[in-house]
């Protein structure tokens, strides 16, 4: 079957900055896999790749078999109109460290923009899954909040359910809960423990070693824009076979 996410030899530079040196992974449907690496080492640029919002200098980048941002005939890649690419991103949820909710509107209200504005959705039908969205994130009691009047884990948990609105094939999260309070993370990946338990694709940037090791099917190193070491998260955990990946995990555990 068509693997979710494949990543094949990927490059990116920024001017000079060589940040990918050639990222091959697969993403199998349903599957949770964990993206670990120390700090610069590309792993926002990385997901920031996957759904286009950076563009690839090299290497080929698929989402559910379809190439991101371009077409390709023969050897040869053509960008994709923005606006080809943008039906392409509205298949993919991104979920980032700093919420980047809506701070004027209501959780409900950053809930259901995207649905109607962008995928056209009526009003209430929108207003009805917004709502069945923040119970799911045990927010129903919270759906005419403002952020500022949110915790952070509860900003994030909208955040979520706003990028589930969507209804995305994948979903893409750069450390989630990296921001919050510690006593906030817990509720966070509980929801994505639920989401992943829902069968959802998921990319996960994060230093939560204890979600990756129970919820990952897949854990994944980076280092220096590559990928040093992938596997099943116990293994590599309890095993490392990298010296890069043995530092790495030295000083995290
Ligand atoms: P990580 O998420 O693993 O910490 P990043 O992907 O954020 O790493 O960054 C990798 C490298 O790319 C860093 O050196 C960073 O400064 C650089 N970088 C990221 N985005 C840009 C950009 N838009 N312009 C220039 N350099 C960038
Ligand atoms: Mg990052």
Do not use: W
Not at 78 to 107: C, W
Not at 168 to 176: G, N, R, S, T, Y
Not at 194 to 209: K, Q, S
Request: glycine share 8%; charged share 25%; net charge negative.
């Amino acid at each position: 079957m068509t693997p979710m996410v494949a990543a094949q030899s990927v490059g990116k530079s920024f001017g000079a900055l060589h940040v990918l040196n050639g990222v091959s992974l697969e993403v199998a449907r349903g599957e949770v896999a964990c993206l670990i690496g120390p700090s610069g080492s590309g792993k926002s640029t990385f997901l920031r790749c996957v759904n286009h919002l950076e563009r690839i200098n090299s290497g080929r980048l698929y989402v559910d078999g379809e190439l991101m941002g371009y077409r390709e005939r023969g050897d040869k890649l053509y960008e994709l109109s923005p606006k080809q690419a943008a039906r392409q991103r509205r298949d993919i949820g991104m979920v980032f460290q700093h919420f980047n909710l809506f701070p004027h509107r209501t959780a409900l209200e950053n809930i259901v923009e995207a649905p109607i504005l962008v995928a056209g959705k009526p009003r209430a039908e929108a207003v009805e899954q917004a709502r069945d969205l923040l119970d799911q994130v045990g927010l129903a009691d919270r759906a005419d909040h403002y952020p500022s009047q949110l915790s952070g884990g509860q900003q994030q948990r909208v955040a979520i359910a706003r990028a589930l609105a969507m209804e995305p094939k994948l979903m893409l999260f750069d450390e989630p809960t990296s921001a919050l309070d510690p006593e906030l993370v817990g509720d966070v990946l509980a929801v994505m423990r639920r989401l992943a338990a829902d069968g959802m694709t998921m990319l996960v940037v994060t230093h939560e070693m204890g979600f990756a090791r129970e919820v990952a099917d897949q854990l994944v190193f980076m280092d220096d824009g590559r990928v040093v070491e992938r596997g099943n998260p116990r293994e590599m955990l309890a095993n490392p076979q990298h010296e890069r990946t043995q530092a790495f995990l030295a000083k995290l555990l």
